[in-house]
């Protein structure tokens, strides 16, 4: 395989690496932290989840390079714009398959299964589970709930219920505000970049959008002051960081209205401050609370 280059290293988007951050879920509110037995599977597991799935957005680019050359910001792509071989990029994602399925194996916890299922689901996904309406959503939102059951499960941590709702209804929220986002970029031409856009519309989903947004603030509020919750961590003020959850909803679905964002919700993490804030603000008071 040739050096890594700028271009390769763009192939496999490490800013999306945030989104592995989800392993961690396990050790902040399973108390697990002191452990560091627990917490190398947890940083294997992270390192693996980065490996796989720069894996999987390689294997994307290679599928959808033809459409991403449509789209306004795709098309500056490594492999859209030809900036990178096609063998090359190949040869890249075996070399992140092989090492993320080895720290999987040897280094992640006692559920390497996850690991596994993430990529063949992914592979389903890009094979064309991503052309049925709603349900390329949910599998967007499953590629999240895996990361959590691997930092949870994976690690011998047992996950609250309350918690992996929550989880599912905030990456369902992300998903299909993702799908808003590009439907308002591309707007007629949208079908001919991401053929599922075609059976949705805006209404529908801001509708949907809605509901899980709704739902994901709630059902984490319940969380906060659910008895499980409070036999567990011993305290009655995780509901104190509540507002920096709604806050952060509400943040988002002005970028996604108002700021023409949404369409990545990593990038949108890293480029606004008001989400920093509100993401570390409430990371900061988790920690103190549970100290």
């Not at 190398?40 to 999987?56: D, E, I, M, P, Y």
């Not at 992640?108 to 390329?136: C, E, Q, R």
């Not at 001919?192 to 059902?219: K, N």
Request: aromatic content about 10%; some cysteine; hydrophobic content about 55%.
């Amino acid at each position: 395989m040739p050096a890594l280059s700028w271009p390769m290293l763009r192939l496999l988007r490490p800013h999306q690496w945030l989104k592995n951050g989800f392993v961690f879920v396990g050790l902040l509110f399973g108390h697990a932290w002191h452990d560091p037995r627990i917490v190398g599977q947890a940083l294997a597991a992270f390192a693996a989840f980065c490996l796989l799935s720069s894996a999987v957005y390689v294997m994307n680019d290679l599928l959808d390079r033809e459409q991403d050359r449509q789209h306004p910001k795709k098309k500056h792509r490594p492999l859209a714009a030809d900036t990178v071989s096609v063998p090359a990029a190949i040869a890249l994602a075996v070399v992140c398959l092989l090492g993320g399925g080895a720290l999987a194996v040897l280094y992640a916890g006692t559920a390497p299964w996850i690991f596994f299922a993430y990529v063949v689901m992914n592979i389903a996904y890009s094979l064309g589970l991503k052309h049925i309406v709603i349900l390329d959503v949910f599998i967007i939102a499953s590629g999240f709930m895996l990361r959590i059951l691997a930092g949870t499960l994976g690690l011998g941590i047992a996950p609250s219920h309350w918690l992996l709702l929550c989880g599912l209804m905030l990456t369902l929220f992300l998903g299909f505000a993702k799908r808003l986002a590009e439907l308002n970029t591309l707007q007629k031409e949208s079908g001919g970049h991401r053929r599922v856009l075609e059976h949705y519309t805006a209404t529908m989903l801001d509708q949907f959008i809605s509901i899980t947004a709704a739902a994901a603030v709630i059902s984490y509020a319940l969380y906060t002051v659910s008895a499980e919750t409070l036999a567990l961590h011993g305290t009655r003020s995780l509901i104190l960081t509540v507002p920096f959850v709604l806050y952060g909803m509400l943040r988002y679905l002005w970028r996604l209205h108002a700021q023409g964002g949404g369409g990545d919700a990593a990038q949108e993490l890293l480029t606004d401050p008001h989400l920093m804030a509100a993401v570390f603000g409430w990371l900061l008071l988790v920690l103190v609370l549970l100290r």
